[in-house]
Nanobody
Framework: VQLQASGGGLVQAGESLRLSCVASGIIFTINEMGWYRQDPGETRELVAVMTIDGSETYKDSVRGRFTISRDNAKNTAHLQMNNLKPEDTAKYYC??????????????WGRGTQVTVSS
């Protein structure tokens, strides 16, 4: 499974960005698809994820500003980020939990896309 993320960039505080992630390759079932972020020297943290049945989980500090959406048929996920703040600056990584025909679940990560929010 390969992940292609896009949509990062440099914006001012209060502006919006939309991240997209497309999964390709031999895909059976993507149980979960979502976004994590990481600052240099920090641990990677969950931003927003959505399960195959539509259940959403958000980091507390982004709830109400960020919205994750998913198109299961197209193996894509989007993260709409509104009212961005300087503390949202990080590299954002797309991640999927993929389940194969044997029921084995594997995590796959994209390369990351940089989001920088200036004050």
């Amino acid at each position: 499974v390969q992940l292609q993320a896009s949509g990062g960039g440099l914006v001012q505080a209060g502006e919006s960005l939309r991240l997209s992630c497309v999964a390709s390759g031999i895909i059976f079932t993507i149980n979960e698809m979502g976004w994590y972020r990481q600052d240099p020297g920090e641990t990677r943290e969950l931003v927003a994820v959505m399960t195959i049945d539509g259940s959403e989980t958000y980091k507390d500090s982004v709830r109400g500003r960020f919205t994750i959406s998913r198109d299961n048929a197209k193996n894509t996920a989007h993260l709409q980020m509104n009212n961005l703040k300087p503390e949202d600056t990080a590299k954002y990584y797309c991640k999927v939990k993929h389940r194969d025909l044997l029921g084995i679940v594997t995590d796959y990560w994209g390369r990351g896309t940089q989001v920088t929010v200036s004050s």
